[in-house]
């Protein structure tokens, strides 16, 4: 069972090798069909719009034995309950990690350049000229990164960061990689992450989203960030606490964020669609063509070498 609906060359992979139930209308699913789902299907292909609750999970007779995850992030998973279901969880690394890195950048570039500020003025035919003093935004090379987070993701940004705009890359991470990695994307590491807020001037998030790192960035620790510093999240929404950062933004404490991902996405709060030094979008860190196919084809992979009896590569839980 597929819960949404893929790229062209994925359903035709999907539909060629396996017995595939795909989503015509690609309609997000409701717990009551995930739950018929897990009692009818040998497997869940399922994406970050379908809640895996416990309950959910508790489906009875249980007839899934795998969830492929489409997408890296879990955390709309209940692993644990899972587990405890005796059913694998897999996930798709690896395959979007440039383009989510890319995205960081990107949401790096626009809220600095004021470059959403400056297409709206132009859409809105507001735009009167050139000016030396017209809509000035802030430099990023040569500016201090620091990632929160240097897993697959953060290191793909880092490496941007650092021989794309010259910047000095810090960083916390409670498990960081290998010391020679670190030294090879010359990254200098932080004993915690209020030290790297209080040094960064782009401040972007990269890690998982887990009861631990459930609001990292809230009120006492968005304080810690420099008055000129940016904030970046297109890791997970419920890694910032949205209120808190509204508040920050409101005051002018932080000069600005960029971000892709929402506590309660799709919805944003209405206070931030009012706010030119916001730069919004609709979590597409992995949306390209390339990304979403090779998202896919990672996906069944990993369900053929389940059905083939072998450790599939991805498993997560
Ligand atoms: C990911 O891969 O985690 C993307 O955010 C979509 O789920």
Redesign the pocket.
Known sequence: MVTRRLPGPVEEQAAREFDARLNADDHPFSATELADALRTADALLP??TDRLTAQVLGAEPLKARIIAN?????NHIDTGAAKARGLVVT??PDV?TDD?ADDAMLLMLMVARRAGEGERQVRAGAWTGWGPTHMLGTRVSGKTLGLIGLGRIGRAVAHRARHGFGMRVIFHDPYPPAPAVVAELGAEPRASVDEVLREADFVSLHSPATPETRHLMDARRLGLMKRGAFLINNA?GDIVDEAALVAALKRGTIAGAGLD?FEREPAVSPELLQMEHVVLLP?L??ATHESRVA?GLRALDNLKTFFAGAPPRDRVA
């Open positions: 994406t970050v489409y997408g890296v992030g879990f996930n798709t979007l989510t997970r991902v979590h860190g992995s998202m």
